[in-house]
């Protein structure tokens, strides 16, 4: 198994920018994939970006692209988002989630997550 610990949210006004990292502990942090998700209360917990296991793919959220990006340092078992321009519609909770491909096609292991709030 894989420990996910979040860090980095907090309140920031529209247009600013926040850094999340989330650090791994437990098995080899490098077999898996990593993503980044968030949930406003009420709704169900979307898709935010994903990285592969060694950082060459990444995908994106369509609400998120070309301002937010998802990078990860194998060596420090970490996976960041960094995000830029944000907006108050990015006020959510933000859960950081691993997966192992080669057994699994759903992100299993979930950290305990870090609350954003971008006010207007």
């Known amino acids: 198994q894989v420990q996910l610990v979040e860090s980095g949210g907090g309140l920031v006004q529209a247009g600013g920018s926040l850094r999340l990292s ?3 502990s437990g098995r080899t942090f490098s077999r898996y994939d990593m993503g980044w998700f968030r949930q406003v209360p ?8 994903t990285i592969s296991r060694g950082g060459g793919i990444t995908n994106y959220a369509d609400s998120v692209k070309g301002r937010f990006a998802i990078s990860r340092d194998n060596a ?8 830029n321009s944000l907006k108050p519609e990015d006020t959510a909770v933000y859960y950081c989630a691993a997966r192992d491909p080669l057994v699994a096609r759903t992100y299993d292991y979930w950290g305990q997550g870090t609350q954003v709030t971008v006010s207007s």
């Open 22 to 24: 989330c650090g791994a």
């Open 42 to 49: 009420g709704k169900e917990r979307e898709f935010v970006a």
């Open 76 to 83: 420090k078992n970490t996976v960041y988002l960094q995000m």
